[in-house]
């Protein structure tokens, strides 16, 4: 598969940050499997909805 992005964009897991919506729980992970594992654990112990929002590159890298 042929792509235009950086190389470096590639091998780089991209970085989330999974909130819930009804505590102050918060935590980075590395890729969205990750953050999904994060975010339905804490949604099975609690009940409380959980996001995942994407970091920028610009934002971790600074």
Do not use: W
Request: glycine letters at 8%.
């Amino acid at each position: 598969m042929f792509t235009d992005g950086d190389p470096t964009e590639q091998t780089t897991p991209r970085q989330y940050l999974v909130k819930c919506d009804g505590c102050s729980f918060e935590q980075s992970a590395d890729g969205r499997d990750e953050a999904a594992t994060i975010g339905n654990g804490h949604h099975r112990e609690t009940n409380h909805d959980v996001i995942a929002v994407e970091v920028p590159p610009s934002v971790t890298s600074s």
